[in-house]
């Protein structure tokens, strides 16, 4: 019986996934650094490494490696526009790994990581003799294995398509609440979006949005200057207020506990999902709103809300996919349509359009 068990734990380590990792640092210092807090880890190997986005992409033609971590200032192009050119031709969940954040360029870094379509922005470890090392390995480890479930897709390059009208839909009363679930791409569309919505609209928006804690203030503010409506990022406890737009915090999760009100969850330690997570929010509206709900899932990578978004479709609420030709990624949008959780696919364009009918 003994002997058994062993062997079937034998068995199940050997046949666990290894996540490979490339590692793109051009300090060798750093780069050995890093190596070492990732090959530390029995569920991750470092596969090869690279000085250079030459040199990186060069190394995907013969490995595909299920994470990279990409530092910034490197020889030739940098660490965004090596992530751009990946994204479009052999898109791989990046980590941008790097020392160059402070308060002054927070902002700056912020947009650019993501219209690169970088996944999350981690400060470079300190060494091992600093009190912080333990901690700031924990969260490379956390973060690469995280990134690593992520599915995946070719970045759209957005063309200038035909302006489609807007579906008249016929609802009963007018909706309660308008769900929004995004993530890579997702601030210059929402920019757009909520930058189009006129003084009076009286519908409250809750938006979970994949960002990282630190990035998410910055994005609020700026929005918030942009748009008519009150903007806010949600705090525990807020009541949702008719024409506001509230945003989930970064790397928390974000759920109702009434129909009008916020509940900011902290992420454990040990939890391995997105933060915030668009499936546990829209299970939340789906128990508080149902049909009267508006669900939108708009770009980004994976199929987080999918499953939460077709409850909601079969409780009786609208749920719209943004369309694969105004995507930057046609990741989240795609799964919808894929197991027709959608009522509705529509171009950004139309999506304000509908809104504004509204």
Known sequence: MCENKFLKEDYEMSNKKIIKVLVVEDSPVKKELLVSILNSDQDIEVIGTAADGNTAIAFLRK???????????????????????????????????S????????KDLSKAMLSAGALYFLDSPHGPWHPDFAKGSQEIVKYVKLMSKIKTYKRVILKNTPKQIAPKIAFKSKPSLIAIGVST????????????LPNGFTIPIVIALHIGHGFDLMLTKNIERKCKLPVHLAKDGDVINSGHVYFAQGGKNIQLDRASKISILEVKSNYSGYAPSINLFFK????????SAVAIILTGMGDDGVKEMKLLKEAGAVTIAQSRESCTVYGMPGEAVKVN???????????????VEL
């Open 284 to 291: 939340s509206v789906t128990k508080w709103h149902g049909k």
């Open 185 to 196: 791409g997702g601030p210059l569309v929402l920019d757009k979006i909520l930058s189009a």
């Open 341 to 355: 959780a959608a009522t509705h696919i529509m171009s950004i364009d139309e999506v304000i359009d509908f809104l």
């Open 99 to 106: 020392s160059l954040r402070n308060n002054e360029n927070r």
């Open 63 to 97: 490995e595909q490696p299920d994470v990279i971590t990409m530092d910034i200032h490197m020889p030739g192009m940098n660490g965004f526009e090596t992530a751009n050119k990946i994204m479009e031709t052999n898109p791989i969940p990046i980590v941008i790994i």
